[in-house]
Nanobody, 117 residues
Framework: QVQLVESGGGLVQPGGSLRLSCAAS????????MGWYRQAPGNQREMVAT???????NYADSVKGRFTISRDNVKNTVYLQMNSLKPEDTAAYYC???????????WGQGTQVTVSS
């Protein structure tokens, strides 16, 4: 089993920054993909950014140039640096870890990000 523990959400004004962290523990394969997804009320969950063990990244178009995903493979931790936040970034953000494609797919409990003045 794998456990994911997120931290770093909160309330921020438009234009502000937040950094999310997600620490994974348990039976983790050496090759995996970690990422962040988000879900706003009434919307489907959507991919925000993902990063593989070797550092390949993928971003949603809506966050390119504003968000940066990174990871520490020793600590099995993934980070999401969010800059220039907009009200439309408001959502619950979920950490994800998957291995062998989607054969093993785990989610964190979510952390709320609210962008409002």
């Amino acid at each position: 089993q794998v456990q994911l523990v997120e931290s770093g959400g909160g309330l921020v004004q438009p234009g502000g920054s937040l950094r999310l962290s997600c620490a994974a523990s348990g039976s983790i394969f050496a090759i995996n993909t970690m990422g962040w997804y988000r879900q706003a009320p009434g919307n489907q969950r959507e991919m925000v950014a993902t990063v593989t063990t070797i550092g390949s990244t993928n971003y949603a178009d809506s966050v390119k140039g504003r968000f940066t995903i990174s990871r520490d493979n020793v600590k099995n931790t993934v980070y999401l640096q969010m800059n220039s936040l907009k009200p439309e970034d408001t959502a619950a953000y979920y950490c994800n870890l998957r291995m062998r494609g989607y054969e093993f797919n785990y989610w964190g409990q979510g952390t709320q990000v609210t962008v409002s003045s």
